[in-house]
């Protein structure tokens, strides 16, 4: 994922910068100044201890931002909820196909006629045949599933004119259901 790709959280910015600005206040400047004060006599000794004091609070702070799994799983989880929401990264595309043929002779035109604008819109086979069950509702004799690089490749190929084409040779020698449907790209089961 690409830093472009992400929409700013703002409220998760705020929230890491007062815990930033609460840890470099308690753990690196009110020690520093104390210091500063007690050593009045030698001020470089003073402001070199508030340096390493200021140091060691930010190396704490970024340690807690980067280096907690809790506040890193937190971020990866918003991240891909943002890819899904509103980034230029475009979730694919895919057809849920289910058909009947009553004549596989004539359905091999259709098969061969369907090959260019497949090729054309970057389609790929994820499923084609193969066996399956039917645990629940009805179903038809074939299954098919195509991915496309994204939802509106998906919907071009259906209605491009050599799609159209393939289609009015399937029409009399199958019957079939056609679901268009655009992927999903946020978070899963089991991610934190």
Not at 19 to 38: N, T
Not at 45 to 59: K, N, P, Y
Not at 123 to 133: D, I, P, S, T, Y
Request: proline share 7%; charged share 20%; hydrophobic share 45%.
């Amino acid at each position: 994922m690409l830093p472009h790709e992400i929409r700013f959280d703002w409220p998760l910015a705020f929230r890491i910068g007062l815990g930033l600005f609460w840890r470099w206040l308690l753990v690196g400047a009110l020690p520093g100044i104390l210091v500063q004060q007690l050593i009045r006599s030698a001020p470089l000794a003073g402001f070199a201890l508030q340096l390493l004091i200021s140091f060691v609070g930010l190396c704490i702070a970024a340690k807690w931002l980067f280096g907690g799994d809790k506040v890193d799983s937190r971020i990866r989880a918003r991240r891909s909820v943002r890819v899904h929401e509103g980034s230029t990264a475009m979730p694919k595309g895919y057809w849920v196909v289910r058909i009947d043929v009553s004549d596989p002779e004539g359905y091999k035109a259709y098969v061969a006629a369907n090959a260019e604008p497949f090729r054309r819109y970057g389609a790929r086979f994820v499923v084609r045949g193969g066996k399956f069950e039917n645990p629940e509702g009805s179903s038809r004799a074939r299954n098919v599933v195509l991915e496309f690089p994204s939802y509106q490749a998906a919907l071009d190929c259906y209605r491009s004119p050599e799609y159209q084409a393939a289609v009015r040779l399937r029409e009399p020698v199958a019957t079939g259901d056609v679901v268009i449907i655009e992927g999903y790209e946020g978070p899963q089961p089991g991610d934190a």
